[in-house]
């Protein structure tokens, strides 16, 4: 296994003669606005990363373009200078947005109609509806806020590669926050599903725009699908083709491997572990991870989550799109896509363990889960 490398701030090396290896729409736009753009496997924290001047929108900020993200997503970073108010933007899609740092205000509207305004603080996440004017402010006056932004521009402008499509939108739709029988931003609401999830991830989501802290979120199911007896939270975004879920792990466990399609982020409100990421039959990776760090596992390498903490460790997965094809994280055959215990490289128990022995720990995995793929976790609160 290698350990990952850190990312570079950017990659001036990409040729543009050749038309299969041109520079994609999306790439020459970030690099017009003279920010940096950093790339690799991982962040490790987004509360350290370098950013610079982006002078159309007054703030500092930075690019990720990750290996996994391929094209289909992007992800920035903004900070907001202490007791600053940016410039308001229009936005053509839909975009997520978590708080790493900091405490504040957004206000979305529509020309002509009242403003909806909201305040946010750490590990918040939030979503920025489509075709509507934001505007986003630090209400402390002594340091300053980072964000976290995510959506699906890149892969929206390989159809449509002009900028002012996206930011000088003529569209817009009323429904999306006034014609709501609630707020747009009022308090998430679950939803009971009929449908039977593959993967085990329950029959329930909860449905809304605002979310006021994921890393105390405890509204949780049990995750059976994955192993190590975790929970998670399964959230959609009102009439938004973006998505995202919440897993939450115990102490000196690790989830299943697994593997699935480009553009899901990884981000870690809290806890200390690390993740493995391969291609099949070649090397694996290794992305160490604490509270801000960001990853995204590229298109169909298996990845693997190990908690080496003394307490819970929870990722938050903020997903692309779904129904596109070749693109989204649907997997179709468990057996094929997911490896069990007692199938894993004897390799990935042996690190583990090597990795909790450095902090004085044990593993708490239970020895019949690696004899029996059938193995049933006790979750807590399930009699």
């Given at each position: 296994?290698?350990?990952?490398?850190?990312?570079?701030?950017?990659?001036?090396?990409?040729?543009?003669?050749?038309?299969?290896?041109?520079?994609?729409?999306?790439d020459r736009w970030i690099e017009s606005t003279g920010v940096p753009v950093h790339r690799g496997y991982y962040v490790e924290d987004l509360r350290t990363l370098q950013l610079r001047r982006w002078e159309e929108r007054d703030c500092d900020a930075a690019f990720l373009v990750l290996a996994g993200q391929e094209g289909v997503t992007e992800a920035r970073v903004t900070?907001?200078?202490?007791?600053?108010?940016?410039?308001?933007?229009?936005?053509?899609?839909?975009?997520?947005?978590?708080v790493v740092e900091g405490?504040?205000?957004?206000?979305?509207?529509?020309?002509?109609?009242?403003?909806?305004?909201?305040?946010?603080?750490?590990?918040?996440?939030?979503?920025?509806?489509?075709?509507?004017?934001?505007?986003?402010?630090?209400?402390?006056?002594?340091k300053p806020a980072r964000l976290l932004h995510y959506n699906y521009l890149p892969i929206a402008m390989s159809i449509v590669p002009d900028p002012k499509f996206y930011f000088e939108t003529v569209y817009?739709?009323?429904?999306?926050?006034?014609?709501?029988?609630?707020?747009?931003?009022?308090?998430?609401k679950v939803i009971q599903s009929t449908a039977q999830s593959a993967w085990g991830g329950g029959s329930s989501f909860w449905s809304g725009n605002f979310f006021p802290d994921m890393k105390a979120w405890d509204r949780l199911i049990p995750y059976k699908g994955r192993g190590a007896g975790g929970h998670a939270v399964w959230i959609r975004f009102s009439n938004?083709?973006?998505?995202?879920?919440?897993?939450?792990?115990?102490s000196?466990?690790?989830?299943?491997?697994?593997?699935?399609?480009?553009?899901?982020?990884?981000?870690?409100?809290?806890?200390?572990?690390?993740?493995?990421?391969?291609?099949?039959?070649?090397?694996?990776?290794?992305?160490?991870?604490?509270?801000?760090?960001?990853?995204?596992?590229?298109?169909?390498?298996?990845?693997?989550?190990?908690?080496?903490?003394?307490s819970a460790a929870r990722y938050l997965a903020l997903h692309s799109p779904r129904g596109l094809s070749g693109y989204s994280e649907k997997v179709e055959d468990r057996a094929k896509d997911q490896i069990e215990y007692p199938e894993e490289d004897p390799a990935v128990r042996r690190m583990f363990q090597e990795e909790l022995g450095k902090?004085?720990?044990?593993?708490?995995?239970?020895e019949e889960a690696y004899r029996d793929k059938d193995f049933e976790w006790s979750y807590a609160g399930e009699e």
């Amino acid at each position: 296994m290698v350990k990952a490398d850190r990312p570079v701030e950017s990659d001036d090396d990409r040729g543009t003669s050749s038309f299969w290896n041109r520079v994609s729409a999306y790439d020459r736009w970030i690099e017009s606005t003279g920010v940096p753009v950093h790339r690799g496997y991982y962040v490790e924290d987004l509360r350290t990363l370098q950013l610079r001047r982006w002078e159309e929108r007054d703030c500092d900020a930075a690019f990720l373009v990750l290996a996994g993200q391929e094209g289909v997503t992007e992800a920035r970073v903004t900070e907001i200078a202490a007791g600053k108010s940016l410039p308001p933007v229009k936005f053509g899609l839909d975009e997520i947005v978590y708080v790493v740092e900091g405490r504040g205000l957004t206000t979305v509207w529509l020309e002509g109609k009242g403003k909806k305004t909201f305040e946010w603080q750490k590990h918040s996440m939030f979503l920025l509806p489509r075709g509507y004017h934001h505007q986003l402010v630090n209400a402390q006056g002594n340091k300053p806020a980072r964000l976290l932004h995510y959506n699906y521009l890149p892969i929206a402008m390989s159809i449509v590669p002009d900028p002012k499509f996206y930011f000088e939108t003529v569209y817009q739709d009323e429904k999306l926050v006034y014609g709501q029988q609630d707020e747009f931003y009022s308090e998430a609401k679950v939803i009971q599903s009929t449908a039977q999830s593959a993967w085990g991830g329950g029959s329930s989501f909860w449905s809304g725009n605002f979310f006021p802290d994921m890393k105390a979120w405890d509204r949780l199911i049990p995750y059976k699908g994955r192993g190590a007896g975790g929970h998670a939270v399964w959230i959609r975004f009102s009439n938004s083709p973006l998505w995202s879920h919440m897993s939450v792990f115990p102490s000196r466990t690790y989830k299943k491997a697994h593997r699935h399609g480009p553009g899901v982020l990884i981000v870690i409100p809290g806890g200390e572990g690390y993740s493995i990421m391969w291609e099949e039959g070649k090397e694996k990776v290794v992305i160490p991870w604490h509270e801000a760090s960001v990853f995204v596992p590229p298109n169909l390498w298996f990845h693997q989550h190990f908690n080496v903490a003394g307490s819970a460790a929870r990722y938050l997965a903020l997903h692309s799109p779904r129904g596109l094809s070749g693109y989204s994280e649907k997997v179709e055959d468990r057996a094929k896509d997911q490896i069990e215990y007692p199938e894993e490289d004897p390799a990935v128990r042996r690190m583990f363990q090597e990795e909790l022995g450095k902090r004085k720990l044990s593993s708490l995995m239970p020895e019949e889960a690696y004899r029996d793929k059938d193995f049933e976790w006790s979750y807590a609160g399930e009699e």
